[in-house]
């Protein structure tokens, strides 16, 4: 009886599943668009016959599809975003931010850009703005972009004047720069808008550095897994990087695997992690005053852990920004409402390794 009874709970989880004949060219992702069917199951994959992930926009071609990574100059949308031979950016655990600076690598995969650079004529238009009011967007255009060419297509950016220990966001478009014979000068797009790039700025404590660390090598894994390392179809299949075992939920597990590098963080369900905390827990009526970047939450009734990025103010009712493992078999950067937060585990000095 207590083997049924435990059966039974355990394929109580829904999960949206679309039928094989949806994914024509099998390579796990059912097309752009397709629907889905809601079928309970006990782990993170569906039942034979269907696949657990659609988006795919070119489902005749196995190497299209969301979790590939962008190839350069082939004028094709490789990993199905909208957009093709976007920037790709250059994540690192331990970027080379500081307090009040952030220091990142653009690798240009589009072939006009390249060649206005070759040309010394590339510019960028750079949009950013910190997670806690991500709505305030700062536009910085057009700067002059040098040292590019076909043996060196990547940029180094520098972004100052930012505060210490925050978490932003950063996009650039490339533009080409072109005189009339007149002398008439214009600013032609050569590119469309780079996805967003998020990093944290260095803090001054002790414990807001171990903050910057953590959420550091947090966003990596999210990169990892738009490039198909880690997750759903990943080298490292699931959340096995972070410790747990293949088809098993792995959103506590990513979150201690983060933290516990720098922290004393352990655990593997949300209530372990939580006891870490010891009384540094506080419910959602608090976010405003004690969130800080890198902390844990929470949410969907204890059934699931984030953590944290910002609590941003730029929207009625506020928000939160989250960087989550096991969120659809992948590592994301998420916006969820306060409401679905139950808890908050706040880190502390003692804690620090």
């Not at 599809?65 to 690192?92: I, K, M, T």
């Amino acid at each position: 009886m207590y083997a049924l009874l435990l059966t039974l709970a355990l394929a109580s989880t829904p999960r949206a599943c679309y039928p094989i004949t949806q994914d024509a060219d099998r390579d796990g992702y059912a097309r752009a668009g397709a629907l889905a069917v809601i079928i309970p199951v006990p782990g993170l994959y569906c039942p034979a016959g269907y696949v657990p992930a659609s988006g795919d926009c070119d489902d005749d071609n196995r190497s299209i599809h969301p979790n590939q990574r962008e190839l350069p100059f082939n004028g094709v949308d490789d990993n199905c975003r909208d957009g093709a031979d976007e920037v790709r950016w250059v994540y690192s655990a331990t970027p080379a931010n500081t307090p009040t600076s952030a220091r990142m690598l653009a690798i240009i995969n589009d072939e006009d850009a390249v060649r206005a650079g070759a040309e010394d004529r590339l510019y960028l238009h750079l949009e950013y703005s910190p997670l806690a009011s991500a709505e305030l967007t700062t536009v910085l255009s057009p700067l002059k972009v040098r040292d590019v060419d076909w043996d060196a297509p990547f940029v180094s950016l520098s972004l100052g004047g930012l505060v210490s220990g925050d978490v932003y966001r950063i996009r650039i478009r490339f533009l080409r720069r072109d005189v009339s014979a007149a002398g008439g000068v214009t600013y032609v797009r050569v590119t469309g808008l780079s996805p967003w790039y998020y990093t944290m700025t260095v803090g001054g404590s002790a414990l807001e550095r171990a903050r910057t660390d953590i959420v550091n090598l947090a966003l990596l894994q999210a990169d990892d897994s738009d490039s198909g390392l880690v997750g759903y179809a990943g080298l490292q299949r699931d959340g096995t990087r972070y410790g747990a075992a293949s088809d098993e939920k792995w959103c506590s597990e990513f979150y201690a695997w983060s933290a516990g590098r720098f922290t004393t963080v352990g655990g593997d369900d949300v209530w372990e992690v939580l006891g870490a905390f010891g009384g540094n827990v506080r419910d959602n009526s608090h976010l405003g005053i004690y969130a800080r970047p890198g902390d844990y939450m929470a949410v969907n009734d204890h059934g699931h852990s984030t953590l944290l990025l910002a609590y941003d103010v730029s929207t009625s009712p506020a928000r939160l920004w989250t960087v989550e493992g096991n969120y659809g078999n992948r590592v994301e950067v998420v916006t969820r409402g306060v409401e679905t937060v139950n808890a908050l585990g706040r880190l502390h000095e003692s804690m620090l390794r």
